[in-house]
T-cell receptor, first 120, second 109 residues
């Protein structure tokens, strides 16, 4: 099946620094990627939808200047948490939609393994 | 507003059957998904229903009633490895996934 990778899987940083998380579709092209955040014991919260070659669409309440998203190619999207603070500590998950795959939407969206961010 | 409801936590016994319910109210409907998420891991796809009825996949089955805004995930012959959170998500008219808070399933020997 299709594979989505995220790097790094774990990151610890000091408050005020910026952290970049990469999301790659390894064996398919993804015109659309999604970035989620999940706090402990809570559900996934969509942060933004990333479309290749255009600006990301951010959900209400998500600061676009703080969470910079770049989707420069059909296999790579990056999320940069700028000037991270302890409240940004969370589990960040990306998913990618395989536009060429057959089957329903449920079979064409794949999740990365997630990146756990801890800001001290 | 949009809303997905599912129980917070359920407990079942190894080898038994458990049904996890999900009710939804969304702006439009383009299918309902069930995902499994083990602690510290990303969700993995289990099932997708867009028409009324039951979809069976091995030990897991998912049911949908669009008129009632209701779905359930049925897990048979429970195994210890089934201990996880189960997330219900609905794709709305904009093809965005609206997520439930998840049901933590605890399997006891």
């Amino acid at each position: 099946g299709a594979v989505v990778s995220q790097h790094p899987s774990w990151v610890i940083c000091k408050s005020g620094t910026s952290v970049k998380i990469e999301c790659r579709s390894l064996d398919f092209q993804a015109t659309t990627m999604f970035w989620y955040r999940q706090f402990p014991k809570q559900s996934l919260m969509l942060m933004a939808t990333s479309n290749e070659g255009s600006k990301a669409t951010y959900e209400q309440g998500v600061e676009k200047d703080k969470f910079l998203i770049n989707h420069a190619s059909l296999t790579l999207s990056t999320l940069t948490v700028t000037s991270a603070h302890p409240e940004d500590s969370s589990f960040y998950i990306c998913s990618a939609r395989d536009v060429m795959a057959s089957g329903g939407p449920g079979e064409t969206q794949y999740f990365g393994p997630g990146t756990r961010l801890l800001v001290l | 507003g949009q809303n997905i409801d599912q129980p917070t936590e359920m407990t079942a016994t190894e080898g038994a059957i458990v049904q996890i319910n999900c009710t939804y109210q969304t702006s439009g409907f383009n299918g309902l998904f069930w995902y499994q998420q083990h602690a510290g891991e990303a969700p993995t796809f289990l099932s997708y229903n867009v028409l009324d009825g039951l979809e069976e996949k091995g030990r897991f089955s998912s049911f949908l009633s669009r008129s009632k805004g209701y779905s359930y995930l049925l897990l048979k012959e429970l195994q210890m490895k089934d201990s996880a959170s189960y997330l219900c998500a609905v794709m709305d008219s904009n093809y965005q996934l609206i997520w439930g808070a998840g049901t933590k399933l605890i399997i006891k020997p």
